[in-house]
């Protein structure tokens, strides 16, 4: 058996990045993929000072800051994504892939999305 590759660390918190994708966000903003617990807590940190939960506060949740810069995670997602795969980035070039598969923020378009799966394999 060869020896396992290193993985690498959460930039916000410095634990090793779990494998299972479901359980890491890439944040198009920075171009960091960070774990989902720091994703939650920093949603959970926008909630902090609301009573309730309600609609308003269903919309922070969905809308919170990128745990690692702080900026708007969801403005500009798709041209953010592709700046980064134009530079070799991977992880952008699966979200782009995952973006034109499901028709969210761009025009679906199937062979668009299979070539940026593409991409990303070779990347």
């Not at 890439?26 to 609301?50: D, I, P, T, W, Y």
């Amino acid at each position: 058996f060869s020896p396992l590759e290193e993985r690498e660390d959460c930039p916000v918190c410095f634990v090793t990045l779990p494998l299972a994708s479901d359980d890491l966000e890439f944040n198009a903003c920075c171009g960091q993929v960070v774990c989902k617990a720091c994703s939650f807590l920093q949603s959970v940190h926008e909630l902090k000072n609301m009573a309730t939960i309600d609609d308003r506060s269903m919309k922070i949740l969905e809308n919170s800051p990128c745990a690692f810069c702080r900026s708007d995670r969801w403005q500009n997602f798709s041209d953010k994504c592709e700046r980064l795969a134009d530079k070799g980035n991977a992880e952008a070039m699966v979200a782009l892939a995952h973006e034109y598969l499901s028709g969210h923020h761009v025009t679906k378009d199937e062979l668009s999305a299979l070539g940026w799966c593409v991409s990303a394999a070779e990347a």
